[in-house]
């Protein structure tokens, strides 16, 4: 099957060519990432393989089915960035790839919450220029503190047992609880008391309606005086503006990003000879008590290995039977 790779990086190359080295389809990299512009790339290809950001809205969709495409296969498990409904009413199979290794996001988040409380990004400049006065770099014990997760799903019951190891108090918000964590002895409550609880809140729900712009002026205003914020699910789910004014104010005391809503104009690139030019993102910058890791926590071996292999075989299967391995539709969310 002959297939269009969008935003397509020689990592992407590497990992994808290993895992397709009997199924022998027919890779197409493309550097640029799929847009209305972009699509008509895709020509004489059935298949589109895309990432998380990339565009799937329902005038890109319309553009590849008439070009012939048949199945998007998304190398991630987000899929927020397709349009469903779009997609169902054009023929096109959508497939991702749900769980690559939740490991890798998990241990990214404790990375994040270690490094922005005990100031490992400070301590690193400050030692390289052999400054090595401490002033600044106080951190706390997580040891004792109460950490709240909002989404207990595959990533988020990982983090949640990691930090149980800890010794952190952990509770938890989901719409559908998980038997593991309730095994752990996480106590599930309502959002509100999370908020008003934690001294760590780590963000690991999808982005949906319902979870856009959730951390918000108001869910802050209920956060204790000092609050890290972790994300390392879907940029959207914070108001960056409220939390820019949450971190001015003092009331959140540290953030550490690997996503951001406006990412797609940014992350996976190198811009270091360019002028930024989104200014809510160059005042996250500003701050020292700021962590941002470019959309990096899957980026294992063995993510990238589990990627690429459930990708190829979502592209195998759909080949032989017309079916993908690991479909979503909307009719299965339902
Ligand atoms: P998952 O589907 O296993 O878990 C998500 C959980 O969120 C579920 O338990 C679900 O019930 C819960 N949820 C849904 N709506 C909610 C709401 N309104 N309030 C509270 N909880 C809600 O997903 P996962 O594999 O654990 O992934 C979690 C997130 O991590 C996703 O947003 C995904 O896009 C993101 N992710 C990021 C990276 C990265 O590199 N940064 C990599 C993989 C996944």
Known sequence: MRVAVFSAKAYDRTYLDAANKSAKHDLCYLEAPLSATTAVLACDAQAVCAFVNDTLDAPVLEKLAGEGVRLVALRCAGFNNVDLEAARDLGITVARVPAYSPHAVAEHTIALILAVNRKIHRAYNRVREGNFAL????????????????????IGAITAGILKGFGCRVIAHDVKP??????MGIAYVDRETLLAESDIISLHCPLTPQTHHMIDSAAISRMKKGVMIVNTSRGAVIDTRAVLHGLKSGKIGSLALDVYEEEGDLFFRDLSSTIIE???????????????????AFFTHEALTNIAETTIANID??????KAEHEVSIERLA
């Open 135 to 154: 002033d600044g770099l106080v951190g706390f014990d997580l040891h004792g503190k109460t950490v709240g997760i909002v989404g207990t799903g595959t």
């Open 278 to 296: 989104d200014d809510v993102f160059a005042r996250l910058l500003t701050f020292p008590n700021v962590l941002i890791t470019g959309h990096q």
């Open 178 to 183: 998980n038997p593991d964590c309730e095994a």
């Open 317 to 322: 299967a759909f080949a032989k039977t017309g």
